[in-house]
């Protein structure tokens, strides 16, 4: 894609954009992106929209008779609409997820998938900075890879989407954006609770051992006086024998 900086210049291509590893933040759940498993990224169709998406606001040219055309020509104003789209569908997608969350739960989830390493890898995936009009200097000074400008640059395209294709589609191309998100916490959650559940049968064969050990305790010491329960003694020492070789069998197992 070709964009003019100025009326009169030649075609340019944007310079070049050096993605810089940031800092791991503390709203991260350790989710990993996957662009094998990421959609394509929907077409803008209108072209108008499409150049105002990738126009940033430092390069507004400014009237000198007040707000004009020019003032409405970049992304500012579709990012701020963008954002509100794209919290209106991911809480969709939240609440489209199965097993259903709960309320806190719903809350706590989007904070998670809207972090700053997700706007990283989602911006990074489709080449969105590399296609973004912008004063030089925030590229030299590295200022256009800050949070709050990858942040700005998705929301204008969630936003430009919208206004360009409808609900359908951008709601479609976000919940098959988090689509791997929502997978892979599912898949954790369902480890986690196979593994409680492991661990409380552990648990209950190893108490069970031990009941039937301290009943035939009890027992032997109560048959001392009683040499005709020999009998009764030897059978309650065969069932604690068992009840220690199947809670041997379940440690080796959940082991």
Not at 210 to 235: K, V
Request: charged share 20%.
């Amino acid at each position: 894609m070709n964009f003019v900086l100025e009326p009169g210049l030649h075609y340019a291509e944007p310079p070049p954009y050096t993605h810089l590893k940031r800092a791991r933040s503390r709203d991260g759940d350790g989710f990993t992106f996957n662009p094998a498993r990421a959609p394509a990224l929907p077409p803008i169709t209108n072209i108008d929209t499409l150049l105002q998406v990738f126009t940033h606001p430092s390069i507004r040219r400014q009237s000198s008779q007040g707000m004009g055309v020019d003032d409405y020509a970049d992304n500012e104003r579709l990012s701020f609409y963008g954002e509100f789209v794209l919290d209106a569908a991911v809480s969709n997608a939240l609440n489209n997820h199965r097993p259903m969350l709960k309320a806190h739960q719903l809350t706590e989830k989007k904070l998670e998938l809207l972090s700053d390493e997700a706007f990283d890898a989602w911006v990074s995936h489709y080449k969105l900075l590399t296609k973004l009009r912008c004063a030089l200097d925030l590229r030299s000074s590295y200022s256009i890879n800050k949070p709050k400008e990858t942040r700005a640059i998705f929301h204008a395209y969630v936003g430009g989407l919208y206004a360009d294709s409808g609900e359908s589609v951008a709601y479609q191309w976000i919940a098959q954006l988090l689509e791997q998100y929502l997978t892979n916490s599912a898949s954790t959650e369902e480890s986690e609770g196979r593994a409680c559940v492991s661990r409380i049968t552990h648990v209950s064969a190893s108490a069970a051992a031990s009941t039937y050990l301290l009943w035939f305790a009890t027992f032997a010491l109560t048959c001392e006086a009683s040499p005709t329960s020999y009998a009764a003694t030897n059978a309650c020492a065969h069932a604690a024998t068992n009840a220690c070789a199947h809670a041997a069998t379940v440690d080796h197992v959940t082991d």
